[in-house]
Nanobody, 123 residues
Framework: QVQLVESGGGLVQAGGSLRLSCAAF????????MGWYRQAPGKQRELVAT???????NYADSVKGRFTISRDNAKNTVDLQMNSLKPEDTAVYYC?????????????????WGRGTQVTVSS
């Protein structure tokens, strides 16, 4: 039905930058909110940033001013630009999207997750 595919993770030194990308594939009719979440070892998954189809953004306090979320509605993609990275940003980052696809009955937004991409920030 719908797949989310992330890319762009890796290893970076503290103070560096990374850009994560996520693309949604499938018979997509509409996407509502898209976002990024992360999960560090031994911790619960937490919100990093979200963006609505209209471009309204929401950020976790810990990343405000350092991370920027953006999306391309025509391409069904969402990106996360991460600057001034800190060791505490180390986690697996997951893409999330609320998706309505052609042929679903009843039409509603379902929640989809990517498999995750590892981000490691060394001190």
């Amino acid at each position: 039905q719908v797949q989310l595919v992330e890319s762009g993770g890796g290893l970076v030194q503290a103070g560096g930058s990374l850009r994560l990308s996520c693309a949604a594939f499938g018979r997509i009719f509409r996407i509502n909110t898209m976002g990024w979440y992360r999960q560090a070892p031994g911790k619960q998954r937490e919100l990093v940033a979200t963006i609505t189809s209209g471009g309204r953004t929401n950020y976790a306090d810990s990343v405000k001013g350092r991370f920027t979320i953006s999306r391309d509605n025509a391409k069904n993609t969402v990106d996360l630009q991460m600057n001034s990275l800190k060791p505490e940003d180390t986690a697996v980052y997951y893409c999330n999207a609320e998706v309505m696809y052609f042929g679903m009955t009843p039409l509603r937004f379902n929640d989809y997750w990517g498999r995750g991409t590892q981000v490691t920030v060394s001190s």
